[in-house]
């Protein structure tokens, strides 16, 4: 039997590739009737929740759903988090054998939940984190990166430590002194915000010692910069910080309503403290790889964007509820396509645009764990374009994957 279902399988993708136009007789002749094979030959939405392998929603595994799955292999149909029928991690051909596997009773049906609900065209993954100071718990996290290698830095604001972990929330190690502020090298006075270099070094807004410090990506102290004050390079309370890929460090000098730029060693390169009118407190900031710096002027609601020396480019945001509209954007982070994620925080969710302003989308809505997001204050992206976020209120972070082709 198993045997046939290969051949199912190969016939299907003959008929596939060849635009589903001819053939479809004999695959109802073998495997099941034409309707199946006209129903899946329309366009799918990303399911909203249900079974793997079950693109059609139905609850029962078909050769519809095996078909809908090599449509997406073969790059017809979008991809859809319930086409992961043999859990690797991608769609494939194995995915619509796993399938009909199932049809003719050699595997067991249903083979699993295929993930959390979609809002916004992003899938909830997964989260850490509730409150407390052990080892992957937080109080209060609010910045929040991702290393080249997928790992993911939270600054812990209220424990004073930065947290490490895995993708998928799997603790690491730590920095700082847990439960207690101090200022001596890798001790921290309410830590903000976090960067990583391109050489993995990890960068931290120490907001009330008003400082920069740098690390290895162990942990291991390796320099700071900055004191009190409002002199070039000096802070009062630097809340953000960001990373080029030539290693220059931006950070948002919040309450002298500034962005500083240094050199990877800490020594001053520039200043600026106006965009489309002067600024408020300056809260999050990102680069992206064409070295434009997003600055979020929290308290205005909106969002700016700059030239790396600071030239002003163009702003966008007003106080509301509405698309594109902020109630205290607070994090921000790019992908390589240059989109601006914004962590919309009394508005509990994350939105998403374009380097131009303009909006793509946003979600925040879905009841996660324990509810919707909280009090959100950082966002970060991984390589695979997997958006991490520091959900405040909640004391947890959010993992998200898109589920439909980004912009």
């Known amino acids: 039997m198993l045997i046939a279902a290969l051949c199912v399988v190969a016939l299907l993708c003959v008929d596939l590739l060849a635009g589903c136009g001819s053939g479809t007789e004999g695959v109802s002749d073998r495997a099941g009737s034409q309707a199946e094979v006209n129903a899946a030959s329309a366009t799918v939405a990303p399911a909203q929740s249900g079974l793997l392998g079950d693109l059609d929603g139905d609850g029962v595994a078909s050769v519809g759903d095996a078909i809908r799955i090599l449509r997406i292999v073969v790059g017809i149909d979008p991809d859809n988090p319930c086409a992961d029928a043999n859990e690797n991690g991608t769609t494939d051909v194995g995915d619509a054998i796993k399938v009909l596997r199932?049809?003719?009773?050699?595997?067991?049906?249903?083979?699993?939940?295929?993930?959390?609900?979609?809002?916004?065209?992003?899938?909830?993954?997964?989260?850490?984190g509730s409150y407390g100071d052990d080892d992957g718990q937080f109080k209060s996290p609010y910045g929040v990166?991702?290393?080249?290698?997928?790992?993911?830095y939270v600054a812990d604001v209220l424990n004073q430590r930065i947290q490490k972990f895995t993708g998928n929330g799997t603790f690491i190690t730590k920095w700082g002194t847990t439960g207690s502020f101090g200022s001596g090298d890798c001790e921290f006075n309410c830590p903000s915000g976090v960067a990583v270099g391109a050489g993995g070094n990890v960068y931290v807004a120490d907001k009330g010692n008003h400082r920069i410090q740098e690390f290895a990506p162990d942990g291991t102290f390796i320099s700071k910069w900055g004191t009190s004050g409002y002199g070039d390079g000096q802070f009062n309370q630097p809340y953000g910080v960001a990373v080029d890929a030539d290693g220059n460090v931006y950070v948002t000098d919040s309450l002298n309503k500034r962005v500083q730029k240094f050199t990877d060693t800490g020594a001053f390169i520039t200043k600026w403290n106006s965009g489309n009118g002067w600024f408020g407190f300056v809260m999050g900031i990102a680069v992206d790889a064409a070295d434009n710096v997003y600055v979020a002027d929290t308290f205005n609601e909106r969002i700016h964007k700059f030239t790396s020396d600071g030239t002003f480019i163009t702003s966008w945001g007003c106080e509301g509820e509405g698309e594109g509209e902020f109630r205290r954007p607070y994090g921000l982070a790019t992908n390589t396509a240059g989109n601006v994620y914004v962590a919309d925080q009394r508005n509990g969710r994350v939105q998403k645009f374009t380097s131009e302003g303009i909006f793509v989308t946003m979600w925040g809505l879905l009841n996660t764990g324990n509810g919707p997001m909280q009090s959100p204050r950082g966002v970060a992206l991984d390589g695979a374009g997997n958006v991490y976020v520091a959900d405040t209120g909640h004391g947890r972070i959010l993992k998200f994957r898109p589920v439909a082709p980004q912009p």
């Open 102 to 128: 199932c049809v003719v009773g050699l595997d067991d049906w249903p083979i699993g939940e295929c993930g959390g609900l979609i809002e916004g065209g992003y899938q909830y993954v997964t989260e850490w």
């Open 145 to 152: 990166t991702v290393d080249a290698a997928g790992n993911v």
